[in-house]
């Protein structure tokens, strides 16, 4: 079997399984979010933290619950790093430098998990297992908590309560997060990623010299690392590292969970707002733009014309043998369409246009799916817009599943739609106009605009993977990227929210043949068009000036 | 509850409703080029910025040409002058679609003017109805002063000097001011024909008119107001739509500002690149960094929209439909349920005869015959529908009442409920002598009886089953030997039963099946009972139907589904009218109806013709449509002036980006001048379109969203492609452009 093949086996059986969880997954998590049972441990949690689960929230409380929860979150980590010399299990690393602490506290919260520092080299156990892990969980919660609000808001009608973003957060931990990450790491382990307290070790190499090796609580990150879509790894390789990722068979494991709730997602949807065909349609939305990505950067790496490439067939630099480049094209591919980052080969080293593809995919939003929750509400806004200009051209006020999409809906949305753009190209311009900050640049050229562009762009879209080539843990790097990764995260949750409680206050349209059909291929092409024309109007000069003239000959 | 009869409008009725289909097509006027040519003053007048900051996306444009005008004084070059023309005339394009916009309104307007002549009223002070006209107490006052509930009194040939009721005596008025309509309309106190408007003039006889507007609200100012687009607001849709044109254009200034820097690093990259039109060591030029900004802004749609909302109101205005607000218009686009009264609407005002049912051992012809007879000088619709139906049916040749010598005809009463003729013999001595009698059945029957005859069994089963299909039965009978002296001679017998039937206008059920493809119910009001009213809904198509109709029913009824989250339309005339036209989402007030209702209402059928309804709910999809496809293709256009300007910004520096100029325009000067020109002729040539509206098929959503995807985002894809290489072939030989 040639790796072609088994590239497109391994491509063909992830597409497969997650075709497979979509509908018990999918009906699962919405029985999670509409169930009114409370379990015990949660009842317990819900005492201590001094919330009434059965009080719902106006949109306006349900924000003000997810900003405070994350702002604790911020203050809490930026502490637990900054003060890290003084705390237990350290490996003798002292506190993280403000900048950088507060980089990574940004990202962390934010379920960016961009990462200015090389893990097994700054952080011990402690933290890593405490701080960073405990963030790889909520942040994923709290993606998922605002998604489900939003789902709400065309559920339900006539009223101002979106739910309990403290049931939602905890609901999501509880349920679905814990119970799998369990499971999973168990099976990581089997598969050889470590599990240990193991101070660092010095081994002799087969070579003769001397290495020193990091263990840690390994397994138990990895696991909620591509679960919830974090990707911020364990050690400075991230899941190329043998210890995070040591198999095949676990580099497929990683790659299904970090897809599985994003993929699943639109069936909760469908299913909350009593038609599945709706969440049919916004995930085949998902699945036509990963396929076509998947492809694409297939290709690009496949068939790159170079002296190398051509040799051997492919562009191997960067990439591990043990993955060999298809599963590494479909892992890179996976990690920038979810919000997840983790990589498992170097991206700075993809083809000029195989990185454009990876570049367009984080362009895209994140939402091809996206991350764990924004993945949703980012498809669901990009459908608002498609169903606006597509209702006009039917010749009535558009209405989204009941819901009339007029100016305040149209507002909100396009906020949404302007945010992340405009943070991506003002750091990337802020950036290239600062001779200090071009000085950190190792690469000149359209290359090394590329590079820029990726930080700011995976900054800016909470993914957290980079291309390097720039020396990130600066003071204005880290201050720069640690805001936009805030501003990225939060302010599309505001709008995203008042959309909800706007759509939760109309009385519903019902539904007649003069309405838009939102479960057709139809529409099904009209969204995919409406995010592709959006993303390529907005990012085409940077783009042109970036890969395309490092790889158009 | 009340009903229009067209036939008793007599503007309504020069043309028969029912006899010709409406086009499919909405039809907007042309645009005559001479509109162009007499719009342009105004289109350079609304340069000003004061008021063109009102549309943000051109306001961009002027001030992206302004910029231009002063770099090209600077730095003097064919290029820049020519970027610069090109981007006022941008301006200028997008101005002139709305001044012709505007212009067409403007025209009505001044037609509107000369109607509103300053007349002079002559004022009834301490008049009560019923009394006398004392000249004494007739006081002249100006028309502008005169109050709501002043009494005038207007004679033939004078001018009614504000809108009111008329509160005593009958005339005809020339309305053709307003409606454009010539034939005189009758206007009468009491009932639901007593409104009339101001401006308008009393042709014959006398009548007393109250005033019911305020002075400088008179409905022919609402009007000009309305066509002139004076006070026009921008409609919901029309806000969520700016709000989406505004984050765009936010968007490519921001795609654009960010690119100078990542410009002036690649320029600098690239030291032996010399410096360009485009490029410089300072990044792009000011010049091409606008034309790029100008190219990427929605500006085709930012030009048209304000046109094609003030086109969507001319388009009612052209139909004789006037609406108090855009709003209303678009509410119109999104109707869910339309109550249409049956009458004048889905069946023609009259009944016909459909068939004649002999009883007992009667001959069809001998029916046919006394039924013709008894309608000879019956001169209701009904009656001269069964003379020609014994004429076209059975060959009966059409008399005249005249002929009949020893004929004498028997109107019509209240009270006798028959009508028919009574035929002497031609001599006493031939006996016969015959009396023809039809009218409804207990009526008619009765008649039989008194002179002695009895009906026939199968005539009480005939008239049922006529009722219960939904047609109205007339009973026809004769008595025989009226000449002879002694009643024993006489001999009364029932002849048959002639069938009336409601006639549902021609085409209806298709545009029903229309309707309902576009999601739409139509609901037909009548005060028929249910039995009749199944039946009539039934052949015409109608998806449901509210019997003996009364209007609190009709209001429920529009409560009950707008409560369901649908929008209602419907029409009415009538006082009684007025609350639930103001609830309808789209009241549609007959011109002919009562002040009461056209002040409920939120549009005027000048026509008074209910069967307007549908179109103007075409109208209203026509206007979201248009701007919904413009938008689709202008966004659409960008692709391609992207594929033109940044090949040409950055070939130079980067070659390989020349792989994206799959134009292959003459240079980089020709390509960012024809993306530019391209961006502004398209303006130009959408005007038509604009004002005209898309065309406008009704079908369901789904096929319409194809279409118009295929046509607008497909077309909108590829069309500046092959415009921007047309443009580029021409001005590739201007001198200074290389």
Known sequence: ???????????????????????????????????????????????????NPDADQRWSTYLRSVLAFSLVSVVFLYAFLRLQGHLLLNLGFAGMEQGQAFNTAASFVTNTNWQSYSGESTL?????????????????????????????????????????????????????????????????????????????QTVATVAGGEQTVTGGPVASQE?????????????????????????????????????????????????????????????????????????????????????????????????????????????????????????????????????????????????????????????????VLAVFVGGLMIGRTPEYLGKKIAAREVKFAALYILTTPTLVLGVTALAMALPGERANMLNSGAHGLSEVLYAATSAANNNGSAFAGITVNTNWW?????????????????????????????????????????????????????????????????????PFAEGLH | MSTVTVNENPAGSLRDPGSSRPPRRVQGGLLDPKMLVRSTPDAFRKLNPTTLWRNPVMFIVEIGAVFTTALAIRDATAFAWLIVVWLWLTVVFANLAEAVAEGRGKAQADALRKAKTDTVARRLAGWEPGQVIDAARIERVPAPSLLKGDRVVVEAGEFIPGDGDVIEGIASVDESAITGESAPVIRESGGDRSAVTGGTRVLSDQIIVEITQKPGESFIDRMIALVEGANRQKTPNEVALNILLASLTIIFLLAVATLQPLAIFSKAQQPGVPDSAALNANGVTGIVLVSLVVCLIPTTIGALLSAIGIAGMDRLVQRNVLAMSGRAVEAAGDVNTLLLDKTGTITLGNREARAFIPVGDVDEHELADAAQLSSLADETPEGRSIVVFAKTTYGLRERTAGELSTATFVAFTAQTRMSGVDLAAPGPQDGGGRQ????????VLAWVRENGGTAPNDTGQVVDGISASGGTPLVVAEVTGTSADESAGRTARVLGVIQLKDIVKSGMRERFDEMRSMGIRTVMIT?????????????????????????????????????????????????????????????????????????????????????????????GKQLLITRGALTTFSIANDVAKYFAIIPAMFAAVYPGLDKLNIMRLHSPESAILSAVIFNALIILALIPLALRGVRYTPSNAAAMLRRNLYIYGLGGLIIPFIGIKLVDLVIQFIPGVR
Not at chain 1, 134 to 144: E, H, K, L, P
Not at chain 1, 172 to 190: K, M
Not at chain 1, 296 to 323: C, D, I, K, N, Y
Not at chain 1, 489 to 500: C, D, Q, W
């Open chain 2, 436 to 443: 023809i009698r039809k009218g409804a059945a207990t009526a």
């Open chain 1, 223 to 383: 696991i909620i690392k591509e679960f919830g879509t974090n990707g911020g790894g364990f050690y400075n390789a991230n899941s190329a590292h043998p210890f995070e990722n040591p198999a095949t068979w676990t580099n497929w494991l990683e790659i299904y969970l970090l897809l599985a709730i994003a993929f699943s997602l639109p069936r909760t949807f469908g299913k909350m707002v009593g038609d599945t065909r709706q969440g049919l349609a916004i995930v085949s939305v998902m699945v036509v733009l990963a396929l076509t990505s998947m492809f694409l950067v297939h290709g690009f790496q496949m068939a790159h014309h170079g002296t190398v490439p051509a040799s051997v067939g492919a562009a191997t630099e960067g990439t591990e043998t043990r993955f060999g480049v298809p599963n590494s094209a479909t892992f890179a591919a996976a990690t920038t369409l979810t919000s997840t980052g983790a990589v498992n080969s170097f991206h700075d080293s993809y083809t000029s246009l195989g990185g454009a593809v990876l570049l367009l995919n984080m362009m895209l939003g994140e939402i091809a799916p996206g991350g764990t929750g924004s993945g949703l509400y980012g498809m669901l806004i990009i459908a």
């Open chain 1, 1 to 51: 079997m040639n790796t072609t093949t088994a590239g497109i086996i391994f491509a063909a059986s992830l597409a497969i399984a997650l075709g497979l969880t979509y509908r018990p997954f999918g009906d699962y998590m919405a029985r999670v979010y509409t169930s009114g049972h409370h379990l015990r441990a949660e009842k317990v949690i819900y005492r201590l933290v001094g919330v």
């Open chain 1, 478 to 546: 880290n201050t720069a990227l640690g805001i936009s990764m805030l501003l990225a995260r939060f302010l599309p949750i505001v709008f995203v929210l008042g959309l909800a409680g706007s759509l939760a206050q109309q009385k519903p349209v019902p539904p007649s043949t003069g309405t838009l059909p939102t479960h057709r291929p139809l529409f099904v092409g009209l969204v995919a068009g409406v995010a592709l024309i959006v993303v390529a109007l907005t990012y085409f000069p940077a783009i042109a000036l970036g």
């Open chain 1, 124 to 200: 011990g156990y402690l933290v890593q297992m405490s701080g960073l892990a405990v963030q790889n969980f909520t942040s994923a919660a709290v993606g998922i908590a605002v998604a489900i609000a939003l789902v709400r808001g065309f559920s339900r009608n006539r009223t101002d309560q979106l739910g309990n973003f403290w049931v939602d957060l905890v609901r999501t931990v509880v349920r679905i997060l814990l119970p799998i990450s369990v499971i999973g790491a168990i099976i990581l382990i089997a598969g050889g990623v470590v599990q240990n307290f193991h101070h660092v």
């Open chain 2, 527 to 619: 005060g028929d009972n249910p039995l009749t009213a199944r039946a009539i809904a039934d052949e015409a198509g109608v998806d449901d139907f509210l019997a003996e109709a009364t209007p609190q029913d009709k209001l429920a009824l529009i409560k009950r589904e707008q409560d369901g989250g649908k929008l209602v339309a419907m029409t009415g005339d009538g006082t009684n009218d007025a609350p639930a036209l103001a609830q309808a989402d789209v009241g549609v007030a007959m011109n002919t109806g009562t002040s009461a209702a056209k002040e409920a209402g939120n549009m005027v059928d000048l026509d008074s013709n209910p069967t307007k309804l549908i179109e103007i709910v075409e109208i």
